[in-house]
């Protein structure tokens, strides 16, 4: 059964703190993904990772980095955490596309953060 | 700006019932993907469509993608309490790159 995993379901955290969200998938996917989901804006990218330390910008990348040491692990950190990333972060992993199509993306369950 | 709106954003109706979403833009898709996502856990994906005028079937759910690969629908017959959840489709031409609707949450009540 193919699995994504989060390290953490639910975190509070305090506004200034440095916050690490850990992700490890066990499929061998090239493509590493996070997401936030906030209600009413559907997923918007944070970054991406298409290969062991590749790190790409999305669409919202400020306040976050990433790093990828590893191809089974992505880690989202928030350098700073404030009130407005208070939010649903979703980690996900794909296969790197053979050509110009859309590949199934496997989601971990999420971490619903809240900035105090 | 690539955008896709789904409609409509919530849904509430009784077991048995038909109902259809909507996925629409003005722009065009290579491919458009539907995923289910139930509360507390990540979505997950349901159907990959490619071509034109492409429709699929999963069970008592059918999903089309339109002629101009612009839109999509996700049409549930005889909805069941285990359908319940938010549907969120998601378009692009790779998964770098996807655009995904804000979703549709529906509940199918017993």
């Known amino acids: 059964d193919v699995k994504v995993t989060q390290s953490s379901r639910y975190l509070v955290k305090r506004t200034g703190e440095k916050v690490f969200l850990e992700c490890v998938q066990d499929?061998?996917?090239?493509?590493m993904f996070w997401y936030r989901q906030d209600p009413g804006l559907g997923l918007r990218l944070i970054y991406f990772s298409y290969d062991v330390k590749m790190k790409e910008k999305g669409d919202i990348p400020e306040g976050y980095s990433v790093s990828r040491e590893k191809k089974e692990r992505f880690s989202l950190i928030l350098e700073s955490a404030s009130t407005n990333q208070t939010s649903m972060y979703l980690c996900a992993s794909s296969f790197r596309a053979v050509r110009v199509r859309l590949t199934e993306a496997f989601f971990g369950q999420g971490t619903r953060l809240t900035v105090v | 700006t690539q955008l896709l709106e789904q409609s409509p954003q919530f849904l509430s109706i009784q077991e048995g019932e038909n109902l259809t979403v909507y996925c629409n833009s003005s722009?065009?898709?290579?491919?458009l993907q539907w995923y289910r996502q139930e509360p507390g856990e990540g979505p997950v994906l349901l159907v990959t469509v490619v071509t034109g005028g492409e429709v699929k079937k999963l069970k008592r759910l059918t999903f089309q993608f339109g002629d101009a690969r612009k839109d999509s629908s996700l049409h549930i017959t005889a909805a069941q309490p285990g359908d319940t959840g938010l549907y969120l489709c998601?378009?692009?031409?790779?998964?770098?790159?996807?655009?995904w609707g804000a979703g549709t949450k529906l509940i199918i009540k017993p």
């Open positions: 499929m061998d996917h090239e493509n």
């Open positions: 722009s065009v898709f290579s491919s």
């Open positions: 998601a378009g692009g031409e790779s998964n770098y790159q996807l655009i």
